[in-house]
């Protein structure tokens, strides 16, 4: 198992939380973004620049990811794409995708979207939270405990 993390949009606090969590579980973990990242020295962090055209870290992430993967991201047709190839998604406020949920998701993306297409104000997420912070490093833990092997 491998952890990406679509690392452009994802929070740096997450991003510590992370480190920590592969360090401590000895899992690899690759962060995609385009532009150049600062990671902490270790055997299992690396990163991968991708040039800076849209969606080419998701497309990247959806390109090397494996049966089994854990893909961090906040997008939700990146999710989707990860699922139906046997991996795993986990956004950055805690909510582990699953394919009972994801078609919900982008039924209500694609809703948002063609809301903001046609000039309606829909605002975006609010800030991430400390509650969201813990949210997210328990589930990645629970994920961590079930699929990570010693």
């Not at 491998?2 to 690899?28: F, G, M, N, S």
Request: hydrophobic letters at 40%; a negative charge; charged letters at 25%.
């Amino acid at each position: 198992m491998k952890i990406w993390v679509d690392a452009d949009a994802c929070p740096t606090v997450i991003k510590d939380i992370l480190y920590r969590a592969v360090e401590r579980k000895q899992i690899h973990m690759v962060l995609v973004a385009n532009q150049m990242l600062r990671i902490p020295p270790s055997a299992f962090i690396s990163a991968i620049t991708v040039s800076s055209g849209f969606d080419e870290a998701d497309n990247e992430i959806e390109r090397r990811c494996e049966a089994g993967d854990l893909v961090i991201t906040a997008d939700i047709p990146l999710a989707a794409d990860i699922l139906a190839k046997g991996g795993h998604a986990l956004n950055p406020r805690g909510e582990l995708y699953s394919t009972d949920t994801i078609k919900q998701k982008l039924t209500m993306r694609d809703f948002m979207d063609t809301m903001r297409s046609s000039g309606v104000h829909t605002g975006g997420p609010p800030p991430l939270n400390q509650s969201d912070r813990q949210a997210f490093a328990n589930q990645l833990d629970r994920f961590l405990q079930r699929y990570a092997t010693p």
